[in-house]
């Protein structure tokens, strides 16, 4: 996927969420009361479920997705309209803007948090592998902030979410290279930025038996139609990692 400015969704559609139990240690960041996803729809088997495709417009349905380094696969499930890009991306027009990509979902490699969004070069750390470690990573991260964490079951497996947002008025223009680096795989270079104030995401870090997996949702740019917002949130929440349960 090219690497574009994108304003992210919070909580999107004013989603709620049942509490739940979730045995979880405590991380130092604040976290609210446990919670669990929508339930999503309801699956087949997973041996007859089929892949996603690596590009391009995709048919409605659930797919199974095999994300590199995940030791764990996990279904997702889109409507009508939407494409896949490198395997690791999912997204929409909207079609008030055609030709504009508008909404995403997202799971691409995270492994380095720049200390500060705003100076990142020389700044990104490499981060643990466990969700709490990738959670108080961006909590700490200077010139962004974050929601506190909520716990979350993401199908057999438990985690974090939190939404993550431009902190104040930084000026943008002036960080290196004219972006917010949010996380990158690489120490020497940024994988995902922020290029305008009103830029926001929210991250669900899932604990695949002490392997971190980092998916998120997006869109773009407001306004955006309100419809397909909370479309992309529905394809977020459709997201169940699967066990050998």
Known sequence: MSLV???LIGCLGGCEYESNDVSLPSASSPTTEARTV???????DT???PLLPENGAIDAGTYLVLAPGYTAPFEITVPDGWSSESGDTLGK???DHPGDAAVYVAWWPVDHVPTDACEWVGTLAEVDPSPLAFVDAMAAQKSTVSTP??????????GFEFDHSVEGDVEITACDGKRLCIHSSSAYECGRWYSTQNERETYRVVDLNGQRAVIWVA????PINPELTREARAVFDSIVFKSDK
């Not at 964490?149 to 438990?158: F, I, L, P, R, T």
């Not at 869109?219 to 407001?222: D, G, S």
Request: glycine fraction near 6%.
């Open 5 to 7: 400015a994108i304003a």
């Open 38 to 44: 929508p339930p999503p729809p309801e699956r087949g």
């Open 47 to 49: 041996r007859t479920t």
């Open 93 to 95: 027009n909207d079609p």
């Open 149 to 158: 964490a909520v716990k979350v079951m993401v199908g057999d497996y438990s």
């Open 219 to 222: 869109q773009y740019r407001p």
